[in-house]
């Protein structure tokens, strides 16, 4: 059974889950809930996110992974995902965030991309379809590995 819990705040969705990804996840990493009835049939085992046209992985809410800085949370076990609402996430090495970029989740890793190409008068859901979708709301200039940057994320599909 999942847990859902709410946030404190109308635009906050955290919900619970279990690591499922076969390592250990820390603050900001972008994860997925696995709708694969293979994987768990609760719907309740976050995953690096798979980004399958088609697939039920369309469906499954993105989040990012809500912890204390320098804790690590071992595969198997509990883990809070921010589906929605400001939370730090992963970005990528030598990448700078602008304030009100365009940020989203990307299949097989971690951590956000950054779309310096996207019209933000014209932003297209469908063209991020199943992806986490996020705006910075605090730049960087220059990106390290392993640098959080700070969003407004939505998870929802």
């Given at each position: 059974?999942?847990?859902f819990m709410f946030g404190g705040s109308a635009?906050?969705?955290d919900i619970s889950a279990v690591n499922g990804t076969g390592a250990a996840v820390k603050r900001g990493d972008v994860l997925q809930?696995?709708?694969k009835n293979s994987?768990?049939?609760d719907g309740h085992k976050a995953v690096v996110p798979v980004l399958d046209n088609g697939g039920p992985?369309?469906?499954a809410p993105m989040g990012v992974v809500i912890a204390p800085e320098g804790l690590e949370i071992a595969d198997g076990d509990g883990v809070i995902l921010r589906v929605m609402g400001r939370c730090d996430v992963l970005g990528t090495a030598s990448t700078a965030y602008?304030?009100?970029g365009i940020v989203y989740g990307t299949t097989g890793q971690k951590y956000i991309a950054n779309d310096t190409t996207i019209n933000t008068s014209s932003y297209v859901q469908a063209a991020f379809g199943g992806r986490l979708r996020g705006v910075v709301l605090t730049g960087t200039s220059t990106g390290t590995a392993g640098e959080l940057v700070d969003c407004w994320v939505s998870g929802l599909p």
């Open positions: 059974m999942s847990d635009l906050t969705l809930i696995s709708l994987d768990t049939p992985s369309q469906l602008a304030v009100d």
